[in-house]
């Protein structure tokens, strides 16, 4: 059974470029997490989503950042316009709604140059 | 002062020794309990998961959670070197299951 995935993941870009992210969560699950890693600040929620509506994006650091759901098998985290202080390493993970056991994703491993 | 505490180490232990790992967090409400491991390059994954107060063994691993401390602590007997890695804990309120408060992650180093 695959995993949570996500593309792509490894992401060079400059600064002021859109940067798209990816992920499809385990099949089952209608919880989706996106989550930001960096030495300083550790892992962050950034926003998620039950069902595919958007319940908290309250981690969002600024309007740059968006994240849709168009159905229970794609979400989108959009970065636009990039800037180098968003070069981290950015997880998806999901879980059922009968409990909080969430499952990562490899992550996407963002540098803006 | 973040609601979750958790010495980032590193903690370098020899194999064979048992490895204990804690978090301290100040937020009461807290009723969900996990450990997270993360190996170098790679996404968390889920160890152990707990709710409310009490232990809980699972082959090596042994969580524990004092809620009257806000205290919850991770054993690791019999210690590889493929246990080398970062050890997160985790934990959520009651009424928001879905929204999960991690700590910052200690460095475990296990060598031969």
């Known amino acids: 059974d695959a995993g949570v995935i996500q593309s792509p993941r490894h992401e060079v870009t400059e600064m002021g470029q859109e940067v798209t992210l990816r992920c499809k969560p385990i099949?089952?699950?209608?919880?989706l997490f996106w989550y930001r890693q960096t030495m300083m600040r550790g892992l962050e929620l950034l926003i998620y989503f039950n069902n595919n509506v958007p319940i908290d994006d309250s981690g969002m650091p600024e309007d740059r950042f968006s994240a849709k759901m168009p159905n229970a098998s794609f979400s989108t985290l959009k970065i636009q316009p990039s800037e180098p202080r968003d070069s981290a390493v950015y997880f998806c993970?999901?879980?059922?709604?009968?409990?909080?056991?969430?499952?990562f994703g490899p992550g996407t491993r963002l540098t803006v140059l | 002062q973040k609601e979750v505490e958790q010495d980032p180490g590193p903690l370098s232990v020899p194999e064979g020794a048992i490895v204990s790992l804690n978090c301290t967090y100040s937020n009461s409400a807290f009723q969900y309990f996990m450990w997270y491991r993360q190996y170098s390059r790679k996404g968390p994954e889920l160890l152990m998961y707990?709710?409310?107060?009490g232990n809980k063994e699972d082959g090596r691993f042994t969580a524990q959670v004092d809620k009257s401390s806000k205290y919850i602590s991770l054993f690791i007997r019999d210690s590889q070197p493929s246990d080398s890695a970062t050890y997160l804990c985790?934990?959520?309120?009651?009424?928001?299951?879905?929204?999960?408060?991690f700590g910052a992650g200690t460095q475990v180093v296990v060598t031969p």
């Open positions: 707990t709710y409310s107060s």
């Open positions: 985790a934990m959520s309120l009651t009424d928001s299951w879905g929204k999960l408060q």
């Open positions: 993970a999901s879980s059922p709604l009968s409990n909080n056991e969430q499952f």
């Open positions: 099949s089952g699950h209608n919880s």
